[in-house]
Each structure stands twice: as C-alpha cells, then as structure tokens.
C-alpha cells in the first residue's frame, strides 16, 4: 500500500510562488500515474495536474495551465507541483492522489474512487 504526503503549503501573497512536494511511501512501484487535486471551502473537488512519466504526459486544468507545473523524481519518489503567478482562486486544500494505471485524465470521480490520497497541504493565497 502506497502512502503519500504532502508539504509546503502555505500562505503567500497574490502573484506570490509556492512549490508543493508529494513523497510517496510504501509499495510505490506501483505507482502509475501521480496527480495534484484541490478544494476550496464550499467548492468541488478539482483537478490542477497529472503527470505519467512512462508516456512523458502532463496535463493541466485550464485554470492553471501557464502558471503551475508538475514534475516527478521517480528515484525519489517525490512530486512536485511548482506554483507561480497565484491567485486568491488558488486557495485551498492541495491533495497529492496517485494511481497504479496510466489514467491522465482530471475526472474528479475517477480519482476517488480508483486513486489513494493523501491528507492534504493547505495553500492560502492572500490579497
């Protein structure tokens, strides 16, 4: 069983950079693809990125595409979600979920169910 944890949230200011890590731990070589999810107060669950090292793919919310990126250190066993140009949007509760498939899609739903979360590092993006 895989278990991730997540760190370096915090709060910055708007236009501010974070850089958010995923260490994974456990039976990580079953880790396929690694994603980052977030939740602000009153909102749905939404994706900010994918990334599946095997196929070289990353995906992005549009939300964040140009201002957010994700990178992994297979030998590590780290993720990581650098953050730029933030957005009082941005605030929120980032979850580190990882998958044994290839899955590379940002359905909410999919990830729930099928992926194994974290607990979670609060980002607070103040203007």
């Known amino acids: 069983q895989v278990k991730l944890m997540e760190s370096g949230g915090g709060s910055v200011e708007t236009g501010g950079s974070l850089t958010l890590t995923c260490e994974a731990s456990?039976?990580?070589?079953?880790?396929?693809?690694m994603a980052w999810f977030r939740q602000a107060p009153g909102k749905e669950r939404e994706g900010v990125a994918i990334?599946?090292?095997?196929?070289?793919?990353?995906v992005y919310a549009d939300s964040v595409r140009g201002r957010f990126t994700i990178s992994q250190d297979s030998a590590e066993k780290k993720a990581y979600l650098q953050m730029g140009s933030l957005k009082s949007e941005d605030s929120g509760m980032y979850y580190c979920?990882?998958?044994?498939?290839?899955?590379?899609?940002?359905?909410?739903?999919?990830?729930?169910?099928?992926?194994?979360w974290g607990q979670g590092t609060q980002v607070t993006v103040a203007t």
């Open positions: 456990g039976n990580t070589v079953d880790v396929g693809s």
């Open positions: 990334i599946n090292k095997a196929y070289g793919r990353t």
């Open positions: 979920v990882v998958t044994k498939t290839n899955f590379t899609a940002l359905q909410s739903s999919w990830w729930s169910r099928f992926g194994t």
